[in-house]
């Protein structure tokens, strides 16, 4: 007869009576573990069994779109050569427009002639281009996020862009001769008399540097309209207003802090932008960037000596021992960095050292420094060189300072530069060579820079003190 209930009875004795062979049969149980590597045969073990649980949403630790912000606003033009060329009209006449009253005669005189002055500049359309690829097996898979040669094709874009970003404010023909010109090259070169240059000398941005700025510009009977620099420069501008803020005028009831993304000075309203891609202190790469078989061989590591100067900037403050990086560099990469040894600076003095060029193909050389009595490895970005020959002697007057940035204050709209393009950005299939699918993505264009003197590039930016 079967019992009709299960009692405590049932349990006397429990798992304290088991024998350590039934106690060894209950540890075989079956456990998922948390296991990211699939552990192989093993007994109890249940990772062959466990499902991946991938999320079908990529997740971007990169750059977006919305940081792409020069490009998105710069005025477009269409180009219609691979050579651009505009007309500038210099002068109405022979006395400009700031000197004494010409012009006035006597009754019944005959009016003196004038002549206007014009200049005829040219840009040349630069190109481009990134190749895509993704094997046929690739494209065959089901993939967690979707098609994959989309996939790419988005990734590749935004690779392009942020090239196009970048070369935008500084492209330099002269390091890499594929380049078009950015707004730095051409706002330094000016219209070949005069250029507006702003040298902060490490200060960081306040109201009136910006307020000086937009004075320039005016004075060149231009008006500012949009700013970018760098992200700590542009947190700065906030930190100025914070011991002035009150509480009741808040942006929001109960919110502190301020955003300060526009200007109002004495000469017009510009809107503030910061860009991550214009950066404040760049490092040498030890492993160098590119195909070793096309980017530059590293240089002859030189020997750096100091000596008195009339042009030199160091101060006082500046003097202390200093190293210096070498990198050589083409449109293929970059190469590992050379270091000089430590050479001993004071006020008053330059630094000299000679370059060697390691050849395949150099075009420019990337100059980095340390702080006074800083170690090789925290060594900034002091500026780029453009190879002149198989040697030469670069000299450092502390003109550019390491760990600074640049930014520029821009009169941006179509009275004062352009996009000249002469492709927008096509994707052009390339023919199958192997068992995958590849594409060029490419894009053809220049800036073009009508008014220089109506923008401003600010060099050798600054931060507050005790900022991050």
Same mark, same amino acid.
């Given at each position: ?54 999320e ?17 606003s ?21 006395? @400009? ?8 005669m006597t ?9 206007s ?9 630069? $190109? ?13 898979v ?16 935004m ?13 330099d ?18 219209d ?11 200060q ?10 937009? %004075? ?9 309209t ?30 502190? @802090?301020a ?25 040498? %790469? ?24 009339? @042009? ?8 202390g ?43 420019? $050389?990337?100059?980095?420094? /340390? ?11 002091l ?20 760990? /600074? ?16 393009? %002469?492709?927008?950005? /096509?994707?052009?299939?390339?023919a ?18 009508? /008014? ?6 600010v ?10």
């Open positions: 007869m079967l019992a009709a209930h299960v009692s405590a009875r049932d349990y006397i004795g429990g798992f304290a009576s088991s024998t350590p062979d039934e106690i060894g049969q209950l540890s075989k149980a079956l456990a998922a573990g948390s296991s990211i590597n699939d552990p192989g045969v093993s007994a109890g073990e249940g990772f062959p069994l466990r499902p991946e649980s991938l079908s949403t990529m997740k971007n630790v990169t750059f977006e779109m919305d940081e792409i912000k020069l490009f998105k710069i005025p477009k033009v269409p180009a219609a050569n691979t050579v651009e060329e505009f007309n500038r009209i210099l002068s109405y006449g022979r006395g @400009g427009a700031r000197r004494f009253n010409l012009g006035f009754e019944g005189d005959l009016p003196e002639e004038e002549d002055s014009y200049q005829r500049a040219t840009v040349l359309v630069k $190109y481009l281009g990134v190749v895509g690829r993704v094997t046929h097996v690739m494209n065959t089901r993939s967690a996020h979707g098609n994959v040669i989309a996939q790419e094709t988005m990734n590749r874009t690779d392009l862009l942020k090239n196009l970003e970048n070369a935008l404010f500084f492209g023909s002269t390091l890499i001769p594929e380049q078009f010109d950015g707004l730095a090259k051409q706002i330094t070169d000016g070949g008399v005069s250029s507006n240059v702003v040298d902060l000398r490490g960081p941005l306040t109201e009136e540097r910006l307020n000086d700025m937009l %004075l320039m510009i005016r004075q060149n009977y231009g008006r500012g949009d700013a970018y620099f760098a992200t700590g420069p542009f947190a700065d501008l906030a930190k100025q207003v914070y011991d002035r803020q009150r509480f009741v005028i808040a942006p929001e009831p109960g919110v502190l @802090g955003l300060v993304d526009k200007f109002q000075s004495q000469h017009g309203k510009i809107n503030l932008h910061d860009h991550v891609f214009i950066q404040e202190g760049q490092d040498a %790469l030890a492993a160098g960037l590119g195909s070793t078989a096309k980017r530059p061989l590293a240089p002859t590591t030189p020997v750096a000596t100091a000596a008195g100067s009339t @042009g030199s900037q160091f101060t006082t403050d500046d003097a021992t200093y190293i210096y990086r070498i990198v050589a560099g083409n449109r293929f990469g970059l190469s590992t960095p050379i270091n000089t040894a430590g050479v001993a600076v004071t006020a008053g003095q330059e630094v000299t050292f000679t370059i060697a060029d390691g050849g395949q193909g150099t075009t420019f $050389y990337e100059i980095y420094r /340390t702080a006074p009595g800083g170690a090789v490895g925290t060594a900034l970005l500026k780029r060189v453009a190879r002149s020959g198989a040697t030469q002697v670069f000299t450092d007057t502390n003109a550019d300072i390491q760990g /600074t940035s640049q930014g520029f204050v821009l009169q941006q709209n179509m009275a004062s530069f352009s996009w000249a393009q %002469l492709l927008p950005m /096509t994707r052009i299939p390339l199958a060579i192997d068992t995958s699918i590849r594409w060029a993505q490419v894009l053809y264009g220049a800036i073009k820079m009508y /008014t220089p003197l109506k923008n401003v590039l060099k050798n930016i600054g931060r507050v003190a005790g900022s991050l």
